[in-house]
């Protein structure tokens, strides 16, 4: 491959190296730790919170470093996984070289890598999120004679700051706002560099409709939506994001924050998953008549656990208060094309009926259309920034297996499409499943599932029990009612998760 096929790559490491990541060895990393003069190594890992935890080595010698990349380290188990006793909770993490990236906000030289957990024995650790990831899409494959899941995610984030008095938009009417009126442009902007600087595979970034103002502080609605690409890939990517994003933030001094409601009546921010099945290069959502089976089978299987996969994807309260009536997130077990108000939705695609658009807006260029089919994906809007990403991923290619799985899974997705909005058409509201209202809620159906997550040795039995534990430890099944449209009391909530995920 020559080296023009990297000429443009923003990852400084596949530029340097002249491939791509997912061939990193040990041998590259020792390289780029010479050559780029790195004079630390910090190691990355998902806890059970949803969160990247940091190991720093300073790089005392040539043979040190390659040892540290060789044997990994010891960590303190039950102080990440709080279901493991403390008496035998040590884990090793080893690193995976095709995530290495340069710490963009290091002032010393400094390589990262997310890391894998391993038990005492060296066997993978069943219970952890990046495992459970990766054997998920093992037995995705399996079931389906090779297809792959492959998936893209899309961050929204609020910024919070101090209230500037010029060139304010309309409330609740941020959607694609240029500067001045959408005042983090900057910010949005400096960090996807530093994203796809760090590997991460963006599509486009903009403002959203939630903005709006209370005293002197400032509310802003923004987007970063993410590619298509292989399933424990995009895991890695989002979480990489949300730390670039967060540590960006507290330079320039604002908030950040992934949480699902921010207050009453205001657009509350989801991480939408869009997902895409394909074998040999082809995307098998699509064919000549529109959607395939495969595409309604994913679909049913996603529908019939969408309730226990809130679960891995709304995992507090606040979750609860974003998943209501009129506020473009989803409360009824549904899908529909281009449909907001469906829990499953397929966007506008470029199919053959679009013609050569390019080639119309432009008379100077050829009508030589284009098989865009690849670029179809399904979306499931349920999901927030509270979510454990990897879990998250895991739960839904595990439901997406399931409609494979399912007796007339085709047909079940067929009886659940809809093509209106559904909260005005009663007659068709009624007829739906509703999602939980809460996490004890969502509990109670991930217990009612668990054999389908547990089925194949994905998800680990320890880990749903945690799972469920900590969903019912909120101890919110009445919460919403109690609470109402309160918006003191739902601010008071807010603060509490306000750094989720």
């Not at 470029?350 to 807006?361: I, L």
């Not at 991923?393 to 595990?398: C, K, Q, R």
Request: glycine residues 8%; hydrophobic residues 40%; contains cysteine.
């Amino acid at each position: 491959m020559s080296a023009n096929c990297y000429k443009l790559n923003p990852n400084r490491l596949v530029a340097f190296l002249q491939k791509p990541a997912s061939e990193f060895t040990r041998n590259d990393i020792m390289r780029v730790i010479e050559e780029m003069e790195i004079e630390m190594v910090n190691f990355r890992y998902m806890a059970h919170d949803g969160r990247l935890h940091t190991l720093n080595f300073v790089i005392n010698s040539y043979d040190h470093i390659r040892d540290v990349l060789t044997s990994g380290e010891r960590v303190d188990g039950s102080s990440l996984f709080p279901f493991l006793e403390a008496g035998s909770s040590d884990l090793y993490v080893i690193p995976r070289f095709r995530t290495a990236f340069i710490d963009p906000f290091a002032e010393i030289p400094t390589l990262d890598l997310l890391c894998n957990f391993y038990t005492k024995d060296g066997e993978p650790f069943e219970m952890a999120p990046e495992y459970t990831l990766h054997k998920a899409g093992e037995a995705f494959r399996k079931a389906t004679d090779g297809m792959e899941f492959e998936v893209m995610g899309e961050l929204e984030y609020y910024v919070i700051a101090d209230k500037q008095d010029d060139y304010l938009p309309a409330d609740q009417r941020g959607y694609h706002a240029s500067m001045p009126f959408c005042k983090f442009e900057e910010f949005r902007t400096e960090a996807m560099k530093l994203i796809a600087e760090c590997g991460g595979l963006i599509k486009y970034g903009h403002s959203e409709v939630g903005n709006f103002t209370v005293g002197d502080t400032m509310y802003e609605q923004n987007e970063i939506e993410f590619l298509p690409t292989y399933l424990e890939d995009a895991a890695d990517q989002l979480v990489i994001a949300k730390w670039i994003m967060r540590e960006l933030g507290h330079q320039y001094g604002i908030t950040v924050t992934f949480a699902p409601k921010i207050t009453v009546g205001k657009a509350g921010s989801g991480m939408h998953i869009h997902t895409r099945i394909s074998k040999d290069g082809k995307n098998m959502y699509v064919g000549e008549n529109g959607l395939t089976d495969v595409a309604h089978k994913a679909i049913a299987g996603i529908l019939n656990l969408a309730g226990s996969l809130t679960a891995f994807g709304d995992t507090n309260p606040t979750s609860y208060f974003r998943l209501v009536p009129h506020q473009e997130a989803p409360t009824n077990i549904c899908w529909g094309d281009r449909n907001r108000s469906a829990m499953v939705r397929v966007p506008l695609g470029w199919t053959k009926g679009s013609g050569n658009m390019m080639a119309h807006c432009n008379p100077l260029e050829a009508n030589d259309p284009v098989d865009f089919s690849y670029k179809q994906t399904i979306e499931l809007r349920t999901p927030d920034g509270s979510a454990n990403v990897y879990l998250l991923l895991a739960g839904m290619t595990v439901a997406a297996r399931h409609g494979f799985e399912m007796e007339n899974a085709v047909q079940y997705a067929k009886d659940r499409y809809v093509s209106v909005n559904i909260f005005e058409h009663e007659e068709v509201l009624n007829r739906l499943d509703t999602l939980p209202d809460s996490c004890a809620a969502s509990a109670d159906l991930l217990e009612r599932d668990r054999a389908i997550y547990e089925e194949k040795g994905v998800f680990a039995p320890q880990l749903i029990d945690g799972i469920i534990k900590d969903l019912r430890s909120f101890n919110d099944r009445t919460l919403r009612a109690e609470i109402g449209n309160d918006s003191d009391k739902i601010l008071e909530l807010v603060k509490t998760f306000i750094h989720c995920g």
